[in-house]
Protein backbone atom coordinates (compact mmCIF):
# COMPACT_ATOMS: atom_id res chain seq x y z
CA UNK A 1 0.00 0.00 0.00
CA UNK A 2 0.69 3.45 -0.71
CA UNK A 3 0.42 6.46 1.75
CA UNK A 4 0.40 10.02 1.98
CA UNK A 5 0.89 11.18 5.11
CA UNK A 6 0.15 15.06 5.87
CA UNK A 7 1.73 17.26 8.45
CA UNK A 8 5.10 18.14 10.19
CA UNK A 9 4.81 17.84 13.92
CA UNK A 10 5.74 15.45 16.80
CA UNK A 11 1.94 13.96 16.27
CA UNK A 12 3.10 13.36 12.42
CA UNK A 13 6.39 12.17 13.17
CA UNK A 14 4.70 9.52 15.72
CA UNK A 15 2.14 8.37 12.93
CA UNK A 16 4.92 7.79 10.40
CA UNK A 17 6.68 5.68 13.02
CA UNK A 18 3.57 3.48 13.28
CA UNK A 19 2.93 3.67 10.08
CA UNK A 20 6.01 2.91 8.80
CA UNK A 21 6.21 -0.47 11.13
CA UNK A 22 3.31 -1.84 8.98
CA UNK A 23 3.81 -4.72 6.46
CA UNK A 24 1.35 -3.41 4.80
CA UNK A 25 2.70 -0.57 3.58
CA UNK A 26 5.62 -0.18 0.29
CA UNK A 27 6.12 3.28 0.17
CA UNK A 28 5.48 6.02 2.59
CA UNK A 29 5.50 10.10 1.68
CA UNK A 30 5.17 12.36 4.32
CA UNK A 31 4.27 16.28 3.24
CA UNK A 32 5.97 18.66 4.11
CA UNK A 33 7.44 15.87 6.99
CA UNK A 34 9.86 16.93 9.20
CA UNK A 35 13.96 15.88 9.61
CA UNK A 36 12.58 13.38 12.25
CA UNK A 37 10.33 11.90 10.12
CA UNK A 38 13.27 11.03 7.04
CA UNK A 39 14.46 8.55 9.50
CA UNK A 40 10.42 6.78 8.18
CA UNK A 41 9.74 7.83 4.90
CA UNK A 42 10.92 10.21 2.05
CA UNK A 43 9.80 13.97 2.87
CA UNK A 44 8.08 16.41 0.06
CA UNK A 45 8.14 20.38 0.32
CA UNK A 46 4.44 20.40 -0.03
CA UNK A 47 2.38 22.70 2.97
CA UNK A 48 -0.46 20.94 4.67
CA UNK A 49 -3.05 23.82 3.26
CA UNK A 50 -1.60 22.88 -0.04
CA UNK A 51 -4.76 21.20 -1.42
CA UNK A 52 -3.88 20.88 -4.95
CA UNK A 53 -0.78 20.36 -4.28
CA UNK A 54 -1.43 17.50 -1.77
CA UNK A 55 -3.84 15.73 -4.45
CA UNK A 56 -0.87 16.24 -7.11
CA UNK A 57 1.22 14.27 -5.05
CA UNK A 58 -1.12 11.83 -3.79
CA UNK A 59 -1.67 10.93 -7.36
CA UNK A 60 1.95 10.94 -8.49
CA UNK A 61 3.20 8.38 -6.02
CA UNK A 62 -0.09 6.47 -6.57
CA UNK A 63 -1.43 6.62 -2.81
CA UNK A 64 -4.21 3.95 -1.94
CA UNK A 65 -4.52 6.10 1.41
CA UNK A 66 -4.16 9.52 2.34
CA UNK A 67 -3.57 10.23 6.13
CA UNK A 68 -4.59 13.82 7.56
CA UNK A 69 -2.79 14.88 10.60
CA UNK A 70 -3.07 18.63 11.41
CA UNK A 71 -6.55 20.57 11.85
CA UNK A 72 -5.35 23.61 9.21
CA UNK A 73 -5.52 20.72 6.36
CA UNK A 74 -9.04 19.76 7.84
CA UNK A 75 -10.19 22.78 7.30
CA UNK A 76 -8.86 23.57 4.05
CA UNK A 77 -10.87 21.10 2.62
CA UNK A 78 -8.09 18.47 2.08
CA UNK A 79 -10.49 15.17 2.50
CA UNK A 80 -13.32 16.71 -0.31
CA UNK A 81 -10.37 17.23 -2.81
CA UNK A 82 -9.00 13.80 -1.60
CA UNK A 83 -12.31 11.89 -2.29
CA UNK A 84 -13.34 13.75 -5.32
CA UNK A 85 -9.52 12.42 -6.60
CA UNK A 86 -11.07 8.90 -5.93
CA UNK A 87 -8.37 8.48 -3.44
CA UNK A 88 -9.26 6.96 0.14
CA UNK A 89 -8.80 9.63 2.93
CA UNK A 90 -8.48 9.62 6.52
CA UNK A 91 -9.15 12.67 8.41
CA UNK A 92 -13.12 14.48 7.96
CA UNK A 93 -14.27 16.97 5.20
CA UNK A 94 -14.15 20.45 5.92
CA UNK A 95 -17.78 20.61 6.79
CA UNK A 96 -18.00 17.78 9.54
CA UNK A 97 -14.20 19.45 10.76
CA UNK A 98 -16.16 22.06 11.39
CA UNK A 99 -16.61 20.54 15.17
CA UNK A 100 -13.35 22.04 15.35
CA UNK A 101 -12.79 24.87 12.91
CA UNK A 102 -15.95 26.66 15.01
CA UNK A 103 -16.12 26.75 18.50
CA UNK A 104 -19.30 28.59 18.48
CA UNK A 105 -20.67 26.14 15.61
CA UNK A 106 -19.95 22.92 17.78
CA UNK A 107 -21.57 25.31 20.83
CA UNK A 108 -24.43 25.13 19.20
CA UNK A 109 -24.39 22.01 18.09
CA UNK A 110 -24.02 20.90 21.17
CA UNK A 111 -27.30 22.32 22.41
CA UNK A 112 -29.08 21.19 19.37
CA UNK A 113 -28.41 17.66 19.81
CA UNK A 114 -27.87 17.22 23.74
CA UNK A 115 -24.05 17.00 24.38
CA UNK A 116 -23.13 18.60 28.07
CA UNK A 117 -20.73 21.13 27.78
CA UNK A 118 -20.39 24.49 30.00
CA UNK A 119 -22.66 27.67 29.33
CA UNK A 120 -21.53 30.30 26.71
CA UNK A 121 -21.88 32.88 24.93
CA UNK A 122 -20.76 33.80 21.15
CA UNK A 123 -19.65 37.58 20.77
CA UNK A 124 -19.42 39.34 17.68
CA UNK A 125 -17.84 42.48 18.83
CA UNK A 126 -15.34 43.76 21.77
CA UNK A 127 -18.27 45.45 23.44
CA UNK A 128 -20.41 42.64 23.44
CA UNK A 129 -17.92 39.89 24.79
CA UNK A 130 -17.10 42.39 27.91
CA UNK A 131 -20.69 43.07 28.40
CA UNK A 132 -21.16 39.84 28.40
CA UNK A 133 -18.54 38.65 31.19
CA UNK A 134 -21.40 40.40 33.69
CA UNK A 135 -23.07 36.36 33.13
CA UNK A 136 -20.06 34.52 34.08
CA UNK A 137 -17.92 34.10 37.29
CA UNK A 138 -14.04 34.01 36.86
CA UNK A 139 -12.00 32.97 36.16
CA UNK A 140 -13.03 33.58 32.51
CA UNK A 141 -12.72 31.37 29.97
CA UNK A 142 -12.01 33.28 26.54
CA UNK A 143 -11.95 31.63 23.46
CA UNK A 144 -11.15 32.98 19.54
CA UNK A 145 -13.66 31.06 17.33
CA UNK A 146 -11.58 29.66 15.09
CA UNK A 147 -8.41 27.61 14.94
CA UNK A 148 -5.18 29.35 16.67
CA UNK A 149 -2.66 26.33 16.57
CA UNK A 150 -3.93 25.70 20.70
CA UNK A 151 -2.97 29.75 21.42
CA UNK A 152 -6.59 30.93 21.16
CA UNK A 153 -7.88 29.87 24.56
CA UNK A 154 -7.34 32.42 27.46
CA UNK A 155 -8.55 31.56 31.12
CA UNK A 156 -8.70 35.29 33.11
CA UNK A 157 -8.47 35.19 36.85
CA UNK A 158 -9.31 38.74 36.73
CA UNK A 159 -11.79 41.01 34.94
CA UNK A 160 -8.62 43.40 33.70
CA UNK A 161 -7.06 39.98 32.20
CA UNK A 162 -10.24 38.76 30.66
CA UNK A 163 -10.91 42.41 28.50
CA UNK A 164 -7.51 42.45 27.50
CA UNK A 165 -7.83 38.81 26.34
CA UNK A 166 -11.01 39.99 24.42
CA UNK A 167 -9.20 43.31 23.04
CA UNK A 168 -6.17 40.84 21.58
CA UNK A 169 -8.84 38.85 19.84
CA UNK A 170 -10.67 41.21 18.12
CA UNK A 171 -7.86 43.24 17.58
CA UNK A 172 -6.51 40.71 15.16
CA UNK A 173 -3.91 38.48 17.31
CA UNK A 174 -5.19 35.62 15.47
CA UNK A 175 -6.48 37.05 12.06
CA UNK A 176 -9.69 35.82 10.82
CA UNK A 177 -9.90 32.90 13.70
CA UNK A 178 -10.50 35.62 16.52
CA UNK A 179 -13.46 37.68 14.49
CA UNK A 180 -15.60 36.06 16.80
CA UNK A 181 -15.14 35.01 20.07
CA UNK A 182 -16.70 32.67 22.57
CA UNK A 183 -17.18 33.29 26.69
CA UNK A 184 -17.48 30.10 28.51
CA UNK A 185 -18.05 28.61 31.91
CA UNK A 186 -15.39 27.38 33.77
CA UNK A 187 -15.71 23.98 34.19
CA UNK A 188 -14.18 22.03 37.66
CA UNK A 189 -12.60 18.96 37.28
CA UNK A 190 -10.37 17.01 35.52
CA UNK A 191 -9.12 16.90 31.87
CA UNK A 192 -9.60 13.98 29.70
CA UNK A 193 -9.03 13.44 26.29
CA UNK A 194 -10.15 10.84 24.41
CA UNK A 195 -10.50 9.53 21.03
CA UNK A 196 -12.88 7.40 19.18
CA UNK A 197 -12.90 6.47 14.91
CA UNK A 198 -15.86 6.85 12.79
CA UNK A 199 -16.29 5.62 8.93
CA UNK A 200 -19.65 7.76 9.17
CA UNK A 201 -21.70 5.15 10.40
CA UNK A 202 -19.96 3.21 12.64
CA UNK A 203 -17.77 4.30 15.16
CA UNK A 204 -15.19 2.73 17.57
CA UNK A 205 -13.03 4.13 20.86
CA UNK A 206 -9.70 4.60 20.35
CA UNK A 207 -7.31 5.23 23.41
CA UNK A 208 -7.43 7.79 25.73
CA UNK A 209 -4.94 9.86 27.65
CA UNK A 210 -4.31 13.03 29.73
CA UNK A 211 -2.81 15.84 28.40
CA UNK A 212 -0.93 19.04 30.56
CA UNK A 213 -2.00 22.11 28.72
CA UNK A 214 -0.49 24.91 31.26
CA UNK A 215 3.34 25.67 29.93
CA UNK A 216 4.65 25.50 33.38
CA UNK A 217 5.05 23.09 36.50
CA UNK A 218 2.25 23.19 39.10
CA UNK A 219 -0.27 23.86 35.84
CA UNK A 220 1.04 27.74 35.90
CA UNK A 221 1.37 29.68 33.43
CA UNK A 222 -0.27 30.33 29.84
CA UNK A 223 -2.48 27.57 27.79
CA UNK A 224 -0.29 26.21 25.27
CA UNK A 225 -0.89 22.71 22.14
CA UNK A 226 -0.07 20.71 25.14
CA UNK A 227 3.17 20.06 26.99
CA UNK A 228 3.27 16.49 27.89
CA UNK A 229 0.86 13.71 27.94
CA UNK A 230 1.01 10.42 29.81
CA UNK A 231 -1.44 7.03 29.48
CA UNK A 232 -3.10 5.53 30.91
CA UNK A 233 -4.79 7.99 32.89
CA UNK A 234 -6.44 7.02 36.05
CA UNK A 235 -9.24 9.76 35.50
CA UNK A 236 -10.35 6.99 32.86
CA UNK A 237 -12.46 4.84 35.06
CA UNK A 238 -14.16 2.54 32.79
CA UNK A 239 -17.58 4.30 33.81
CA UNK A 240 -15.97 7.46 32.31
CA UNK A 241 -15.27 6.31 29.30
CA UNK A 242 -18.50 4.60 28.56
CA UNK A 243 -20.09 8.22 29.42
CA UNK A 244 -17.85 9.89 27.11
CA UNK A 245 -18.50 7.63 24.29
CA UNK A 246 -22.16 7.67 25.06
CA UNK A 247 -23.14 11.51 25.73
CA UNK A 248 -20.52 13.02 23.55
CA UNK A 249 -18.51 10.47 20.25
CA UNK A 250 -21.76 8.67 19.48
CA UNK A 251 -23.97 11.69 19.81
CA UNK A 252 -21.16 13.72 18.11
CA UNK A 253 -21.14 11.33 14.76
CA UNK A 254 -24.95 10.92 15.15
CA UNK A 255 -25.54 14.58 15.26
CA UNK A 256 -23.07 15.62 12.25
CA UNK A 257 -24.45 12.68 10.19
CA UNK A 258 -28.03 14.00 10.62
CA UNK A 259 -26.74 17.50 9.98
CA UNK A 260 -25.82 15.91 6.31
CA UNK A 261 -21.43 15.26 7.09
CA UNK A 262 -20.82 12.28 8.13
CA UNK A 263 -17.46 11.73 10.30
CA UNK A 264 -14.73 9.97 8.55
CA UNK A 265 -11.69 9.88 10.77
CA UNK A 266 -10.76 10.13 14.46
CA UNK A 267 -12.55 12.76 17.35
CA UNK A 268 -10.73 14.08 19.79
CA UNK A 269 -12.78 14.36 22.77
CA UNK A 270 -11.68 17.08 24.94
CA UNK A 271 -13.61 16.47 28.02
CA UNK A 272 -13.72 18.19 31.82
CA UNK A 273 -15.06 14.69 34.08
CA UNK A 274 -16.89 17.40 36.27
CA UNK A 275 -19.08 16.35 39.67
CA UNK A 276 -22.23 15.93 37.61
CA UNK A 277 -20.57 14.09 34.59
CA UNK A 278 -18.27 14.76 31.82
CA UNK A 279 -18.13 17.54 29.57
CA UNK A 280 -17.50 18.50 26.74
CA UNK A 281 -13.91 21.44 26.53
CA UNK A 282 -13.54 20.82 22.95
CA UNK A 283 -13.74 18.74 19.93
CA UNK A 284 -10.37 18.04 17.50
CA UNK A 285 -11.14 16.61 13.97
CA UNK A 286 -7.69 14.98 14.25
CA UNK A 287 -5.61 13.22 16.73
CA UNK A 288 -3.75 15.01 19.85
CA UNK A 289 -0.68 16.16 20.22
CA UNK A 290 1.21 15.07 21.99
CA UNK A 291 -1.62 13.04 22.86
CA UNK A 292 -1.24 11.24 19.74
CA UNK A 293 2.97 10.25 20.65
CA UNK A 294 1.77 8.29 23.93
CA UNK A 295 -1.21 6.40 22.48
CA UNK A 296 1.66 5.14 19.57
CA UNK A 297 3.50 3.92 22.10
CA UNK A 298 1.23 1.88 23.44
CA UNK A 299 -0.57 0.65 20.34
CA UNK A 300 -0.03 -3.18 20.02
CA UNK A 301 -2.18 -3.45 16.91
CA UNK A 302 -0.88 -2.40 13.31
CA UNK A 303 -2.25 1.00 12.74
CA UNK A 304 -3.00 1.15 8.84
CA UNK A 305 -6.24 -1.37 8.91
CA UNK A 306 -7.70 1.31 11.39
CA UNK A 307 -7.13 4.57 8.98
CA UNK A 308 -7.89 2.71 6.10
CA UNK A 309 -11.38 0.82 7.79
CA UNK A 310 -12.19 4.34 8.69
CA UNK A 311 -11.42 6.00 4.97
CA UNK A 312 -13.56 3.75 3.07
CA UNK A 313 -16.65 2.69 5.75
CA UNK A 314 -15.53 -0.66 7.14
CA UNK A 315 -14.76 -0.03 10.69
CA UNK A 316 -17.62 -2.81 11.20
CA UNK A 317 -15.18 -5.60 9.71
CA UNK A 318 -11.99 -4.95 12.29
CA UNK A 319 -11.80 -6.16 15.94
CA UNK A 320 -11.17 -3.01 17.98
CA UNK A 321 -7.44 -2.40 19.01
CA UNK A 322 -4.99 -4.34 21.23
CA UNK A 323 -3.32 -1.58 23.56
CA UNK A 324 0.01 -2.57 25.44
CA UNK A 325 -0.25 -2.80 29.03
CA UNK A 326 3.03 -0.31 29.56
CA UNK A 327 2.24 3.16 30.37
CA UNK A 328 3.73 5.55 28.24
CA UNK A 329 4.56 9.27 29.13
CA UNK A 330 5.71 12.22 26.49
CA UNK A 331 7.39 15.59 27.33
CA UNK A 332 7.48 18.35 25.36
CA UNK A 333 10.34 20.35 24.94
CA UNK A 334 9.83 23.54 24.12
CA UNK A 335 11.72 26.62 22.71
CA UNK A 336 12.31 29.57 25.12
CA UNK A 337 9.07 32.67 25.06
CA UNK A 338 6.64 29.70 23.60
CA UNK A 339 3.65 29.84 22.99
CA UNK A 340 3.38 33.94 22.97
CA UNK A 341 6.71 34.66 20.84
CA UNK A 342 8.51 31.08 20.46
CA UNK A 343 12.55 31.60 19.65
CA UNK A 344 13.84 30.26 16.48
CA UNK A 345 17.34 28.72 16.03
CA UNK A 346 18.46 27.47 19.17
CA UNK A 347 20.83 24.55 18.60
CA UNK A 348 20.21 21.06 19.82
CA UNK A 349 22.47 18.13 20.20
CA UNK A 350 22.06 14.42 21.74
CA UNK A 351 18.83 14.06 20.18
CA UNK A 352 19.39 11.43 17.88
CA UNK A 353 21.52 9.19 20.47
CA UNK A 354 20.30 5.78 21.45
CA UNK A 355 18.09 5.60 24.77
CA UNK A 356 17.09 2.16 24.19
CA UNK A 357 14.64 0.16 22.49
CA UNK A 358 11.46 1.92 24.46
CA UNK A 359 12.50 5.33 24.14
CA UNK A 360 11.74 7.70 21.20
CA UNK A 361 12.45 11.07 20.50
CA UNK A 362 9.89 12.63 17.56
CA UNK A 363 10.73 16.02 16.26
CA UNK A 364 8.39 18.45 16.67
CA UNK A 365 9.44 21.77 15.46
CA UNK A 366 12.93 21.04 13.81
CA UNK A 367 15.02 21.75 10.72
CA UNK A 368 18.96 21.01 10.05
CA UNK A 369 21.04 24.23 9.15
CA UNK A 370 23.46 23.81 6.00
CA UNK A 371 25.86 23.03 8.92
CA UNK A 372 24.20 19.65 9.85
CA UNK A 373 23.65 21.27 13.13
CA UNK A 374 19.47 20.20 14.46
CA UNK A 375 17.70 23.63 15.17
CA UNK A 376 14.63 24.83 17.38
CA UNK A 377 11.62 26.26 14.61
CA UNK A 378 8.52 26.05 16.09
CA UNK A 379 6.94 26.88 19.52
CA UNK A 380 7.44 22.91 20.47
CA UNK A 381 10.56 21.37 19.34
CA UNK A 382 10.73 17.52 20.47
CA UNK A 383 8.58 14.98 22.03
CA UNK A 384 10.93 12.42 24.47
CA UNK A 385 8.86 9.85 24.64
CA UNK A 386 8.78 6.71 27.12
CA UNK A 387 7.15 3.09 27.67
CA UNK A 388 7.65 0.89 30.59
CA UNK A 389 5.43 -1.48 32.58
CA UNK A 390 4.73 1.79 35.40
CA UNK A 391 4.17 5.15 34.69
CA UNK A 392 6.87 6.35 37.04
CA UNK A 393 9.66 3.97 35.24
CA UNK A 394 8.14 5.39 32.31
CA UNK A 395 8.65 8.84 33.28
CA UNK A 396 12.04 7.94 34.53
CA UNK A 397 13.22 6.72 31.41
CA UNK A 398 11.79 10.20 29.41
CA UNK A 399 13.29 12.95 31.79
CA UNK A 400 16.63 10.51 32.01
CA UNK A 401 16.31 10.57 27.74
CA UNK A 402 15.25 14.49 28.24
CA UNK A 403 18.56 15.43 30.51
CA UNK A 404 20.77 13.68 28.06
CA UNK A 405 19.48 16.09 25.34
CA UNK A 406 21.35 19.54 25.09
CA UNK A 407 18.92 22.28 24.30
CA UNK A 408 19.84 25.53 25.90
CA UNK A 409 16.91 27.40 24.24
CA UNK A 410 14.14 25.34 25.56
CA UNK A 411 12.23 24.68 28.61
CA UNK A 412 10.09 21.87 29.47
CA UNK A 413 7.87 20.86 32.66
CA UNK A 414 9.42 18.55 35.23
CA UNK A 415 5.89 16.89 36.15
CA UNK A 416 4.27 15.36 33.46
CA UNK A 417 2.15 12.75 35.41
CA UNK A 418 1.87 14.34 38.43
CA UNK A 419 -2.06 13.40 39.10
CA UNK A 420 -1.46 9.95 38.46
CA UNK A 421 2.06 9.42 40.64
CA UNK A 422 1.06 11.86 43.03
CA UNK A 423 -2.59 12.28 43.89
CA UNK A 424 -3.74 14.89 45.74
N1 LIG B 1 -3.00 18.48 23.02
C1 LIG B 1 -4.17 19.17 22.66
C2 LIG B 1 -4.38 19.33 21.22
O1 LIG B 1 -3.86 18.58 20.43
O2 LIG B 1 -5.13 20.22 20.82
Not at 149 to 155: F, L, N, P
Amino acid sequence: MNILLVGSGGREHALAWKIAASPLVRRLVAAPGNPGMGAHCELREVAATDVAGLVALAREIAADLVVIGPESAVEAGLADAVEAAGIACFGPTAAAGRLESSKAFTKAFCDRHGLPTSTYAVCETAAEAKAALGRFIPPYVIKADGLAAGKGVVIAAERAEAEAAIDDAFGGRFGAAGARVVIEEFLEGEIGSLFALCDGTTSMLFGWAQDHKRAFDGEKGPNTGGMGTYSPAPVFTPELVDQVRERLAERAFAGIAKDGAPYRGVLFVELMATRAGPKLVEFNARFGDPECQVLMLRLESDLVPYLMACATGRLAEIAPPVWRDDAAVCVVLAAEGYPAAPKAGGDITGADADFGPDVVVFHAGTKVDAAGTLRAAGGRVLNVCARAPTLREARDKAYAAVDAIDFPGGFHRRDIGWRALSPT
